[in-house]
């Protein structure tokens, strides 16, 4: 992208609200909480007197900060199943509603999966999903709790506020226990207090809308107040700034207090500031009710632009064609699992848009507020949807929260200028939860989705995918299509992907790609391949997920390499450049994430699909994604993280660059190989790749590569190791660095001659005795106790280790452990 452009889209991560702007008497609970993972006997047991030492001082609860989830480390460790069941939050509150006959209120952007509030012993509230927002009315539970003689005395003044949530398993939820994902537990989203005055608003709808030309801007905008008290008006007033801050058109008048949404005024805009990927043009819409003290103003950001999926054909963005450029987020990281704060999620998506994304499906359930604000500011388009993932249909209970679900995500999610879709479901071809899978069932229910989501938002599409039997229901349709993963080989996928094309209105391939295990190379990646026969299709079916039985499948019998993805991921986006009919595709995931239905992965529990791991670290494949679809000059020479490449004397090696620039010239210890140009239907690496010599030992690779008048480097170092090896016969065990308070040491596995087994990929454990903490449970393939070898070796980092009195160890089946004292 050009500095320019990167430039305004920091500007905006600096001065966007991550969510609408509310009143200003509003604050995030984060301090002060403390936890107990399991039921209590009752609410009782939460805020009754303890006396020091008392039996009634149990159970112990443990301080924690919010967001905070039952799962941040069970969810990846392996010997275990992570905990499904109830946890309790407990904190003390001062509350100062400065508003005379005011509102105090509890909003939840998400909490999982069933959750109970209770003020003192009073139960003021309750909500069954996980991803929704929701909100709690303190206020008359309130008023009698201060007019009690705890409050005073064994509260001194502050409000005892307990929180029940429950992730058991329960085959009347969504999402299904057979999802690719965790169901997590906690209050793993924001939680804020909110004071509002007499007279509030509770939400303000701003419909922006444009034609294709871009000539004519209408803002409608209405608006619902909070719990108007019956007759009377309140005075309104709505002011628009355009992008800059300039306000550009206004109106004032009066809102009857009634229940409900009411029109409130209709604005004409000439020629609008444009939204688009590239220049993510935002206009705030500020209503205000009430005067004075008394005054409520809340802000929301909209953006006008014209979307249109053409019927057996592209996506356009106002009036021109775009090619969705796309990614999948779950709500997930490294050592807190759902509970992401908002640093942190502004981190990931930043890393995808310099990565060059301009959509993202947001999978499988509504996500943060901050999530869709940041699309909004980065020029992210996104389709976002329900979590009624696998397992069939359920009963009453179970449609009916669907149905809640929806109408709160769109609601919610109404305003932002990036949602093009909404998702209505995610492999509902897949049973099991019940003894009927009736297919007709499924589809009048999606079909009733689909009407809902229509009347809820003409403007907007549907989608649904894998689910062949309802692809005619919805507006935009994704098949399962995993060529050179699942199914078929990678040079299968445009002939896979036009016959899927064919069958369908609109057409829109969502999730792509293969699992890598973080740094494991491979000299001849493709040789799964040999196995699989060409133009058998690519369509995933049922089983092909499995690592035992059915067909040859690179998911089965490949390598699970860094070099065999970038193959993979080369192939598709050299071919998505050559196909004018597509409207976009999205590789799946961003990011690797943690499931209970993978415990024999690498790194166990883990989905390795991501083109960055747990932690955010970039796999290889993010910079080849970086090369297609980004134009801010960078250049990356493939095998960072592979310390030993291996051959035969003399032998010519692939070395491959993954770069947006017009030339590239290789240098090879300090020798030039030649300049290549780029050329993106030159496979690989968009033909800047070399077959090269290496020299036994250590190697030093250089790229140069120029746009225009401008150059960027990369550069690398390796040994290469001409010595064959035989089966791993012993381990190493080494201390490789130490900074920063952390330790990290690495296992080797030799031959009986020593020779390093750079092929091997035996499962290693690793353990602690002594001073320090194992960093494990992380879910990465630095981060894990247990973990398959990645070209002969794994690493691990622990905390606060003590000359003499720390000791690690390592075993591997079939081998003698080994044991480092530090």
């Given at each position: 992208?050009r500095?320019?452009?990167?430039k305004?889209?920091l500007?905006?991560?600096?001065l ?8 200003q ?15 209590l006997?009752?609410v009782?047991e939460?805020v009754?007197p303890?006396?020091?030492?008392n ?10 900060t919010?967001?905070h989830?039952?799962?941040a ?18 904190t003390?509150?001062r509350?100062?509603n ?12 998400g ?6 509030v209770y ?10 999903g996980?991803y ?6 303190l ?19 502050q409000?005892p506020?307990?929180?029940r949530?429950d992730?058991?398993?329960?085959l ?7 999802s690719?994902?965790?169901l ?8 804020r207090?909110?004071?509002l ?5 509770e ?12 000539k004519?801007?209408t ?10 008290a ?6 309104v007033a709505?002011r ?11 109106f004032?008048g009066s809102?009857?207090?009634?229940a409900?949404e009411q029109?409130?005024h209709?604005f004409k ?7 688009s990927p590239?220049?993510p043009?935002?206009y ?7 005067t004075?003290?008394q ?5 929301e ?6 979307i249109e999926?053409?019927?057996r ?7 021109q ?9 779950h ?15 502004r981190?990931e998506?930043l ?5 060059g994304?301009n959509f993202?499906r947001?999978g499988h ?8 604000s ?11 949807e ?29 305003n ?5 879709i909404?998702?209505l479901?995610?492999e509902?071809?897949w ?5 009927e899978?009736d297919?007709?069932?499924?589809r ?9 989501a ?6 907007r599409y ?15 349709y994704?098949?399962s299509?995993?060529a050179?993963w699942y ?11 036009r ?5 369908v ?10 699992d890598s ?6 000299e001849?990646?493709?040789?799964a391949l040999?196995?699989i026969g060409r133009?058998?299709?690519a369509?995933?079916?049922?089983g092909?997920?499995s690592l035992v039985g059915?067909a040859?499948r690179?998911?089965?019998?490949g390598?699970?390499s860094?070099?065999?993805?970038c193959?993979l991921?080369?192939?598709h ?11 976009g595709?999205a590789?799946?995931?961003f990011?690797d994430f943690s499931?209970p239905?993978r415990?024999?992965?690498p790194?166990p529990?883990?989905n390795q699909k991501?083109v960055?791991e ?8 993010y910079?080849v ?29 692939m070395?491959k660059v993954?770069s947006?620039?017009a030339e590239a ?10 300049v ?6 030159d496979?690989?690496?968009?033909g ?15 790229v140069v590569?120029?746009q ?6 990369d550069?690398?170092?390796f040994?290469?190791?001409?010595q ?5 016969a012993?381990?190493t ?7 920063d308070?952390?330790t990290?040491v690495?296992v080797k ?6 020779v390093?087994?750079l092929?091997a ?6 353990s602690?005795a ?12 630095s981060?894990s ?8 070796r ?8 003590q000359?003499?009195k ?8 079939g081998?003698?452990?080994?044991l480092?004292?530090?």
């Amino acid at each position: 992208m050009r500095n320019s452009a990167f430039k305004l889209f920091l500007l905006f991560l600096l001065l966007a609200a991550a969510t609408a702007a509310r009143s200003q008497q509003t604050q995030r609970l984060t301090a002060g909480w403390e936890f107990v993972r399991q039921d209590l006997g009752g609410v009782w047991e939460a805020v009754r007197p303890v006396g020091a030492g008392n039996p009634e001082s149990v159970p112990l609860w443990t301080p924690v900060t919010l967001p905070h989830c039952f799962n941040a480390r069970d969810a990846v460790d392996p010997d275990v199943n992570y905990y499904q069941g109830p946890g309790w939050y407990r904190t003390r509150l001062r509350i100062r509603n400065p508003y005379p006959g005011g509102r105090t209120l509890l909003h939840f952007e998400g909490a999982g999966q069933k959750t109970e509030v209770y003020l003192h012993t009073t139960k003021v509230g309750s909500h069954v999903g996980g991803y929704d927002e929701w909100t709690v009315d303190l206020t008359p539970a309130l008023a009698d709790f201060q007019r009690t003689d705890a409050y005073q005395q064994q509260f001194q003044g502050q409000v005892p506020l307990s929180i029940r949530c429950d992730n058991s398993r329960d085959l009347e939820l969504i999402p299904s226990d057979l999802s690719d994902f965790n169901l997590y537990g906690g209050l793993y989203r924001y939680l804020r207090l909110e004071y509002l005055p007499a007279v509030a608003l509770e939400r303000v709808v701003a419909k922006a809308e444009v034609d294709a030309a871009g000539k004519t801007g209408t803002l409608t905008v209405r608006a619902t107040l909070y719990n108007p008290a019956a007759g009377g008006a309140t005075p309104v007033a709505v002011r628009v700034l355009d992008p800059r801050g300039k306000p550009v058109v206004q109106f004032k008048g009066s809102l009857p207090l009634q229940a409900g949404e009411q029109a409130v005024h209709q604005f004409k805009l000439n020629s609008p500031r444009l939204w688009s990927p590239e220049t993510p043009q935002l206009y705030a819409v500020e209503v205000t009710v009430g005067t004075g003290a008394q005054a409520y103003r809340q802000t929301e950001r909209v953006g006008f632009r014209h979307i249109e999926f053409v019927e057996r054909g592209p996506f356009k963005l106002n009036g021109q064609r775009l090619l969705l450029r796309g990614t999948h987020r779950h709500e997930d990281h490294a050592g807190v699992a759902a509970a992401m704060t908002e640093p942190l999620i502004r981190q990931e998506m930043l890393l995808m848009k310099q990565m060059g994304v301009n959509f993202i499906r947001l999978g499988h359930y509504q996500q943060s507020p901050i999530v869709l604000s940041l699309c909004d500011s980065l020029g992210i388009l996104v389709w976002e949807e329900i979590p009624w993932c696998r397992g069939g249909l359920g009963g009453p209970v179970y449609q009916a929260q669907a149905r809640r679900m929806l109408r709160n995500m769109i609601a919610q999610h109404y305003n932002h200028p990036a949602v093009i879709i909404w998702g209505l479901g995610n492999e509902n071809d897949w049973p099991g939860d019940f003894p009927e899978f009736d297919k007709q069932k499924i589809r009048a229910f999606m079909t009733e989705l689909n009407d809902l989501a229509h009347q809820l938002d003409p403007a907007r599409y549907t989608a649904i995918r894998r689910c062949d039997f309802c692809k005619d229901i919805v507006d935009v349709y994704s098949p399962s299509i995993w060529a050179g993963w699942y199914r078929g080989i990678y040079t299968d996928y445009k002939d896979a992907s036009r016959r899927e094309f064919e069958g369908v209105k609109r057409f829109l391939h969502v999730e792509w790609g293969g699992d890598s295990h973080a740094g494991r190379h491979s000299e001849n990646p493709d040789n799964a391949l040999a196995h699989i026969g060409r133009g058998q299709g690519a369509d995933e079916r049922a089983g092909d997920a499995s690592l035992v039985g059915g067909a040859a499948r690179v998911s089965k019998d490949g390598d699970w390499s860094e070099s065999y993805l970038c193959n993979l991921v080369d192939w598709h986006l050299k071919e998505q450049e050559t196909m004018p009919w597509l409207s976009g595709a999205a590789y799946w995931p961003f990011k690797d994430f943690s499931t209970p239905v993978r415990p024999d992965n690498p790194v166990p529990y883990m989905n390795q699909k991501g083109v960055v791991e747990r932690d955010f670290t970039p796999k290889e494949s993010y910079y080849v994604f970086q090369s297609y679809w980004t134009t801010r000059p960078m250049a990356r020479l493939y095998g960072h993280s592979w310390p030993v490449r291996w051959g035969e004397a003399g032998e010519l090696k692939m070395v491959k660059v993954y770069s947006n620039c017009a030339e590239a010239e290789l240098f090879v210890n300090g020798h030039s190989y030649g300049v290549k140009q780029r050329n993106s239907q030159d496979f690989p690496a968009a033909g800047l790749h070399w077959q090269v010599p290496f020299q036994a030992g250590p190697n030093e690779l250089r790229v140069v590569a120029r746009q225009g008048r401008q150059t960027v480097t990369d550069q690398l170092s390796f040994q290469y190791q001409t010595q064959k090896w035989g089966k791993p016969a012993r381990l190493t065990l080494t201390k490789v660095a130490d900074a920063d308070g952390l330790t990290t040491v690495e296992v080797k596995l030799h031959d009986a001659q020593g020779v390093l087994c750079l092929d091997a990929a035996n499962w290693v454990n690793f353990s602690l005795a002594g001073a320090g903490q194992l960093l494990d449970d992380l879910g990465t393939s630095s981060g894990s106790r247990k973990v398959q070898a990645y070209n002969g070796r794994a690493l691990i980092r622990l905390r606060a280790a003590q000359p003499g009195k720390t000791a690690v160890a390592v075993q591997s089946p079939g081998l003698e452990p080994v044991l480092l004292t530090l």
